[in-house]
């Protein structure tokens, strides 16, 4: 009797061992999962402080007499555009972080514009207002590429649990997936093309 009980309590134990690390690797993905979570909010919320202060940039510009009302358009229709497209950071997938990046590049690009021209205004590049709100933006670009960088690599710890082995099969099994970086997009790799009007 008793050698017959020792296969099926061999069996109990071993499955029982496989339950309690299919257990481990599911809760230990779900944390890695709302860390990297928990980042693409602090992303999102670099994002959101920009926008607030173009906003900003924006109407204090505007006030300034004769400029160039397609410049400033051209910030406003980009950053309404960047506001539009949201991420399900559940759902993730590289479609929606490429259009998502595309967004936020034009708009930095129209923000640059923006910058470049008033240049060309000395009231406004006079206006403290204005002077604040430069450096301001300054400070947030910064945030949000370190933001960005802080992201990648939760995405990178999440990534190297879910995908190796072992841990694939049990986190396949719960449906934890592979989840994509924040990449640069195509133009960042090209030179920027410089002009001087004398």
Do not use: C, H
Not at 53 to 80: D, H, P, Q, W, Y
Not at 140 to 150: K, L, P, S
Request: a neutral charge.
């Amino acid at each position: 009797m008793k050698k017959a009980l020792l296969p099926i309590v061999s069996l109990v134990v071993i499955f029982g061992a496989i339950f309690a690390y299919g257990i481990s690797i599911n809760n230990s993905a779900l944390t890695l999962s709302q860390d990297e979570q928990s980042q693409w909010s602090n992303v999102e919320t670099a994002y959101q402080r920009r926008n607030d202060l173009i906003g900003n940039l924006v109407n204090t510009v505007a006030g300034s007499a004769n400029f160039e009302k397609s410049t400033l358009e051209g910030v406003v229709n980009a950053r309404a555009k960047a506001t539009s497209i949201s991420i399900d950071p559940t759902n993730m997938t590289a479609e929606n972080l490429e259009m998502f990046n595309q967004a936020q590049s034009q708009l930095s690009s129209s923000l640059s514009r923006l910058l470049v021209a008033s240049e060309n205004y000395p009231d406004l590049k006079a206006s403290a207002q204005f002077m604040k709100l430069q450096d301001e933006l300054a400070s947030t670009e910064n945030t949000i590429q370190t933001q960005r960088i802080r992201f990648n690599d939760k995405v990178k710890e999440y990534n190297n649990y879910v995908m190796r082995f072992p841990n694939s099969v049990f986190a396949g099994m719960f449906g934890y997936k592979e989840k994509p970086y924040f990449k640069a997009v195509e133009q960042a790799s090209k030179p920027v093309e410089v002009e001087f009007n004398f």
